[in-house]
């Protein structure tokens, strides 16, 4: 079993700056992909950030320039600064992880997601 908790989200104006953690735990053997996602009230879920074990990152082309997702490999964990914030960011931001558990049983795991709201 593994269990992602997020954390970091809050209210912040436009403009600011915001710094999502998400950590993962449990029997993990090795974690490929950790990706943060987000979805506004009536919009389907989007993916904003995306990182692989080597560190290889993707991003969705609003975010480029103002977001940047990191991680660090030993403690499972993965982040998301978050720069120069506009309202249209405004969304729960969801964590997910794919990898194999210490079984070596893939896996494919979502946080409880945070909300973020850029507002004045």
């Known amino acids: 079993q593994v269990q992602l908790v997020e954390s970091g989200g809050g209210l912040v104006q436009p403009g600011g700056s915001l710094r999502l953690s998400c950590a993962a735990s449990g029997s993990i053997a090795s974690i490929y992909y950790m990706t943060w996602y987000r979805q506004a009230p009536g919009k389907q879920r989007e993916l904003v950030a995306h990182?692989?074990?080597?560190?290889?990152?993707t991003y969705v082309d609003s975010v480029k320039g103002r977001f940047t997702i990191s991680r660090d490999n030993a403690k499972n964990t993965v982040s998301l600064q978050m720069n120069s914030l506009k309202p249209e960011d405004t969304a729960v931001y969801y964590c997910?992880?794919?990898?194999?558990?210490?079984?070596?049983?893939?896996?494919?795991?979502w946080g409880q997601g945070t909300q973020v709201t850029v507002s004045s």
């Open positions: 997910n992880a794919a990898g194999i558990t210490t079984v070596q049983a893939s896996f494919n795991y």
């Open positions: 990182i692989t074990s080597a560190g290889s990152t």
